[in-house]
Each structure stands twice: as C-alpha cells, then as structure tokens.
C-alpha cells in the first residue's frame, strides 16, 4: 500500500478517532507498568511517547503500537534491585538497544515467521481473558493492582484470579455505574445500527464513554456526595505545565556502571526478550489488519533498537511493540501509522499543559474500554472456529490459552510453540511415508524430506510386508532422505531374499541408493 503523505492524509478521520482511543488505554497502562516496575512513574510516559513519536515511523508497521510492555516488568524491577538504582539500570537498557539494532542488521526477525497461527490466535485470545480478569476490579472499584495489561505483572496467576472473584464482592457503587454504562455506551456505538449512520461512525464511541465519566463525576460532586468515585480510582499524572518543567523529569543513564557485569547480563536478557515481544505482537497484528498487511520485521527490530536507546538515554522504560493497545488501535478503526504517532504526540501534550484535566478521568471509563477489546479478542466464536478446525489446530491453541492464564506470556508460548511443533511433527510423521497394496506388490513411497524421526514409521510399513510379495521403494518424491533411512532401507534389501521379497528401488540417485 502506498505511503506518500496524501496515503496518510486521506485516512485521518479514521487514525484521528484512533489515536484519542489508543492515547486513552496507554495513558493508565504506562503509569501502571512504571509503577509496577519500581520505576519512577514519569518513565512509563517517556517510553509511551517514544513509542508513539518516533517507533511509529521508524517501524515498518502501520499498525502496530510501541510503548512499555507488563512483560518486562519483572526484568526491569529485578534489574533495577540489581544494580541499586534507575539510572544504572538506563545503562543496560540502551545496551539492549544497540544489541536490538544489531539483530535487526543480522536478519533475526525471521524467527517470527516460526509461530503457528493456532499458537498467535492462542496468545490473543489468552491476552483478550487476561484483559477481562485485570479489568474487572478496576470496573467494580476494587482495585489492589493499578494496570491490566497483556500479563499478570508481579502477581501470580492465583492472586489475580482471587482478586477478580473478590472484586465482584467488593463493589463500589459510583464506579461500577460508570463503567457499566460506559461498557453500554460501547456496545451500542459498536452495533450495525448505529455504524449505518456516516456522521457518527466519525465519534468514538471511547471518547463518549470518557465524556459520560466525567461528567458523572462533577454532577456527583454537587448532588450525589455518597456516589462520587474517589482520587484512587482516577488517572493520576504528574503536574508539570511547561517544557521546561518536563525536562527537569528526565533520568539520564549513570554510565559509571559500564564497569559492572551484571549490566551486561541484564542487557542481553532485555534485548531476548523484548526482542521475541515484538516478533510475537507483530506476527498477531498482521493477522489483525483489515488489509492483511505483512510487516518487514527485521525492520521492526530496528525500529525497538532505536527506541530503547533514545528511551535509556532520556530516563524511560523499555519498549515493545504491545498487543493491547494495537488491538485497540485496530478495534477503533486506526487505518495507518499517523494513529500511533498521534497517540504519542497526545500523550507528549498532555502530559505538559492537560495533567489537570485528565486527572478527572475515572480508570472505569478506561477499563470498559478494555473488556471490550478484551471480548474482542475472546469471542467464544473464535474457540468453535479452532475446534472445528479439528484437534491439531484446537489442542495448541486451548493448551497456549491455559498456559498463559497459569503461568506469563513468555512461559504460556513456549507451552504453546512445544504443542504446536508436536502437532507439526506428528502430521510430517504420517505424510512422509506411505504404504499402498495391490494384491501382492506394494508401494513404500518417500514424499519430500524423510529425516531420522520417520524410522519407526519406516520400520513399521516394512514390517507389514508378507512373504512372497513384490515391493516397489519410490524415491522420486523425496528432496532429502535422510542416512538413517537408508540404511534401514538397505537393511531391509539385505535380509528380503530370505522371504522371497522382491524389491525394486526407483527414484534414487547413485549416492543414495542403498548397497545391495
């Protein structure tokens, strides 16, 4: 698809309604992935708005959104305990950066083109849950953590689910009216009805629902005392007011730790990690895009190298690209890159002269904006389509699902990636070899390539070949036979006489036919 300025201008009333949405869910996730990261808070909005100014266009991504990512939290708060102090830790982070930069020159984007689409599907549908049971005491006014994004941060699986079976105990009444009707006010400006009318397609329905939270609120104020939703379950920014005070928020990087090891150790883990983020979130927002677009992703790595240096130098967080607030820009009908940068340049001024008013936000506008991607991503339709897909298709898909509620992101796609590749090699198995009769002649043919791992097929097919019969082996097929296989195969040539087994070898070249 072309990209000239007139590409991006045409679809600005679709990336416009975009950004606010995607600024709106990041703005409450960057602070609450700072938070739970140990870090200063102010470091989840530098990393948001790298992410959005410049990763945006350095990606090869149009939609895509990059920013701090809830899987890194663990590494960063560990890193920075570590190292005994932020600025320490900034070092490792630009290192990881560089390494980033390099993997990208050294082609290893190409690792994302080995996810199963049953594994991706599995990650965003488990992603989707997670959204749903993070969310959820934050729409009740039951909130002990601050964020919910795409993993369970510092918690375990089990205090985040007793905490979603608490909130639905602990209500707060003003809150859960707000988020009710806001996840109504959702609902209804997603319906067909109302997407017939062109004039408001062009609102957000997320901006409503904001519009009606805060307005709730300052009509509380005034008559309903006992209902107005208190300072903790509100966006918190920090005031500055001018550049010059947002300057004075910046970290710099303590370059005096280059002489530790352990900033070095903590780079590397940062650049695998954030690195398999990406590939992963990039592989799902392909699948994602309306226009089926494929992103260059050993640009992609690149673009997240350049990202976390510029964010280590200035006193951010790491950056990924993160599936939620792409699903979001996705779900609010962003069409180009330009909803991203804008999410960014929004969070850049409002961070500056609009701390104030955004403040008056209730995080139950933001979490209804949340279950509803969450359900997005979950549909129960999408786990019938897996299951008539049949079980090696459904069986990685539900055991990525289970394993990433029971464990993380990281650990739930290794579990996942094993199933998926079992599956794999279980249909290789089975379509390597076969075996057909007529009468008393029978053909053993190779298709493609037949590895070691097809010997005990091999074996068994051979096994069945009675007494007195004439067996054909074709080779025509087979790419690549692997020396294993032919060695069972001249096995079998040496010892078939003794059964009056008549064998003849087609298709095979003079280096590989079996020694009679």
């Known amino acids: 698809m072309k990209t000239h300025i007139n590409y991006y201008l ?136 601050y964020d919910g994004d795409e993993s369970y941060m510092q918690e375990t699986a089990e205090t985040s689910f007793f905490e979603f079976f608490q909130s639905l105990e602990g209500i707060t009444p003003g809150v859960t009216l707000v988020s009710a009707v806001s996840l109504l006010i959702l609902i209804i400006w997603d319906s067909a009805y109302l997407k017939r009318f062109s004039g408001l397609r062009r609102i957000p329905g997320a901006l409503l629902a904001v519009v009606w939270g805060i307005s709730y609120n300052l009509l509380a104020v005034r008559f309903a005392p006992d209902w107005v939703i208190g300072e903790k379950h509100l966006v918190a920014l920090p005031p500055l007011g001018n550049p010059a005070a947002f300057v004075e928020q910046l970290l710099w990087p303590d370059f005096s730790h280059l002489g530790n090891i352990k900033v070095y150790s903590i780079a590397i883990t940062l650049a695998i990690i954030a690195s398999l983020e990406t590939l992963l979130s990039i592989e799902a927002v392909d699948k994602l895009d309306p226009y089926k677009r494929t992103t260059p992703t050993n640009r992609e790595l690149k673009a997240q190298g350049l990202g976390n240096i510029i964010s280590g130098l200035m006193g951010g967080l790491p950056i990924t690209a993160v599936i939620v607030r792409s699903s979001a820009n996705i779900n609010a009908g962003g069409q180009t890159r330009m909803s991203c940068f804008l999410h960014g340049l929004l969070l850049l001024v409002s961070v500056l002269f609009f ?162």
């Open 355 to 516: 701390s104030h008013h955004l403040n008056a936000i209730p995080l139950a506008c933001l979490a209804a904006i949340l279950l509803q991607t969450g359900y997005k991503l979950a549909k129960p339709k999408l786990f019938m389509e897996f299951y008539r897909k049949g079980w090696n298709q459904f069986l990685p898909f539900a055991i990525t699902v289970i394993a990433i509620l029971v464990t993380d992101l990281l650990q739930g796609i290794v579990i996942g990636m094993a199933c998926g590749f079992f599956f794999v090699l279980k249909a290789n198995y089975q379509a390597a070899i076969t075996l057909t009769q007529h009468n008393s002649h029978y053909l053993l043919r190779l298709h493609k390539d037949v590895s070691f791992l097809n010997k005990a097929l091999l074996r068994k097919h051979l096994n069945t070949i009675p007494k007195n019969s004439v067996l054909i082996i074709d080779g025509y097929k087979a790419q690549f036979v692997d020396y294993d296989i032919m060695e069972t195969i001249n096995d079998f040539v040496l010892t078939a006489a003794n059964r009056n087994i008549a064998v003849e070898l087609e298709g095979f070249s003079v280096a590989t036919t079996p020694t009679l």
């Open 10 to 145: 045409t679809h600005l009333r679709q990336d416009i309604p975009a950004g606010i949405v995607v600024f709106l869910v990041a703005l409450p996730l960057c602070l609450g992935i700072a938070l739970a990261s140990g870090a200063p808070l102010f470091s989840g909005i530098i990393a948001g708005l790298i992410g959005g100014i410049v990763v945006s266009w350095m990606s090869g991504s149009h939609l895509s959104v990059s920013g701090p990512a809830a899987g890194l939290t663990v590494i960063v708060l560990n890193g920075i305990e570590t190292l005994g102090s932020f600025n320490g830790f900034l070092v490792s982070l630009v290192l990881a950066g560089v390494l980033q930069v390099v993997l990208g020159f050294l082609k290893a984007g190409v690792i994302g083109a080995f996810f199963p689409a049953s594994v991706i599907k599995g990650m965003l549908a488990a992603i989707g849950l997670i959204l749903i049971i993070k969310q959820t005491p934050h729409a009740t006014g039951y909130d002990i953590s």
